[in-house]
């Protein structure tokens, strides 16, 4: 367990963390990251620097890691630093909408997250995406094969990088959860003891899974996700993409909703709700035409993938 960690850590660059108990995923953080994680929330979204963006993000992304068993695609890829497959092809799909997510811009945007943005395909038959702060998006095999076009596909992955851009899962941390850290660094300015460093890691723990609790079970709530929907179609729109892509999406997705659960359903609001808000909205951007060849670009990636 512990090699296979490490081996999954490093190349994603996550390794802020490391595990030390065989058969458990849980934390352990060292006084020195462990403290410039806590610098990354103790103000969640207010003067937080790209950089305590950047270490918050790579604990949350550790973190959906392990909650996942370390199941992703092209492993082999990652640890060499290399994008490979169809993890290759998502990373350039993503880079594209990123870029024309830096033109959209709203008040209290974040910055370009400081290390670039990585697109890892999670391999799990839900359909589900997330993402955490620091511009770490996770996709599931599963919402890929739901997508019939690059189009679709970069719908959903637009929704993910709206949310980061518009701060999100910073934004889920309770607010109780601050003020226990401030008062905890502000007690440990000099050198912290054992016990302040216990506080730090409780308080560090609870904010995690408060990110994570709203990304993977709870959800956020109807109004954030909406948000996340009309600042994905606008990116989506910019980038040269057909934002009808978008409601097919999001209509199939409702087809399978009605027979399973989980995924997307756990966390998003109804699909039908989700189409009927973007109806009203999407006039506002321009409706790109399908592009032939991005059509199949993406159905020979798929097909090279074997999904
Ligand atoms: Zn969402």
């Known amino acids: 367990m512990r090699a296979t960690m490490k081996q999954a850590?490093?190349?994603?660059?996550?390794?802020?963390?490391?595990?030390?108990t065989a058969g458990s995923c849980k934390?352990?953080?060292?006084?020195?990251?462990?403290?410039?994680?806590?610098?990354?929330?103790?103000?969640?979204?207010?003067?937080?620097?790209?950089?305590?963006?950047?270490?918050?993000?790579?604990?949350?992304?550790?973190?959906?890691l392990a909650r996942n068993n370390y199941a992703y695609l092209d492993k082999d890829g990652w640890a060499e630093g290399q994008l490979k497959g169809f993890t290759l092809y998502v990373n350039a799909v993503g880079a594209v909408l990123a870029n024309a997510a830096l033109?959209?811009?709203?008040?209290?945007?974040?910055?370009?997250?400081?290390?670039?943005?990585?697109?890892?395909i999670l391999d799990d038959s839900l359909v589900n995406a997330f993402a955490a702060p620091g511009g770490y998006v996770f996709i599931t095999r599963g919402a890929l094969q739901l997508a019939n076009n690059?189009?679709?596909?970069?719908?959903?992955?637009?929704?993910?990088?709206?949310?980061?851009?518009?701060?999100?899962?910073?934004g889920s941390i309770k607010k109780s959860r601050i003020s226990?850290?401030?008062?905890?660094?502000?007690?440990?300015?000099?050198?912290?003891?054992?016990?302040?460093?216990?506080?730090?890691?409780?308080?560090?723990?609870?904010a995690m899974d408060d990110m994570l609790d709203s990304m993977l079970v709870k959800g956020y709530s109807r109004d954030t996700e909406f948000e996340a929907d009309a600042v994905?179609?606008?990116?989506?729109?910019?980038?040269g993409y057909n934002t009808d892509a978008?409601?097919?999406?999001?209509?199939?997705?409702?087809?399978?909703?009605?027979?399973?659960?989980?995924?997307f359903s756990a966390t998003h609001p109804k699909a039908s709700d989700r189409v009927a808000t973007l109806k009203k909205i999407r006039s506002k951007f321009a409706n790109n035409p399908v592009v032939a060849k991005r059509t199949a670009r993406f159905a020979a990636a798929r097909a090279a993938a074997e999904l």
């Open 9 to 20: 850590l490093v190349p994603l660059a996550l390794g802020v963390v490391t595990a030390t």
């Open 150 to 170: 690059e189009d679709e596909l970069a719908a959903v992955l637009a929704h993910e990088i709206a949310h980061v851009r518009r701060g999100h899962a910073l």
């Open 103 to 120: 033109e959209v811009q709203h008040s209290g945007d974040r910055p370009s997250p400081i290390a670039g943005w990585h697109f890892v």
């Open 27 to 64: 934390l352990n953080l060292t006084p020195d990251t462990l403290i410039k994680g806590v610098q990354g929330y103790m103000e969640a979204k207010k003067d937080l620097t790209p950089e305590n963006e950047y270490f918050v993000g790579r604990s949350v992304g550790t973190n959906i």
């Open 246 to 263: 978008f409601v097919a999406y999001l209509d199939r997705l409702q087809k399978q909703q009605s027979t399973g659960s989980g995924g």
């Open 232 to 239: 994905g179609m606008e990116i989506m729109a910019r980038a």
């Open 180 to 206: 226990s850290v401030y008062k905890e660094a502000l007690s440990s300015s000099v050198e912290l003891d054992q016990q302040a460093l216990g506080g730090l890691a409780q308080a560090f723990d609870g």
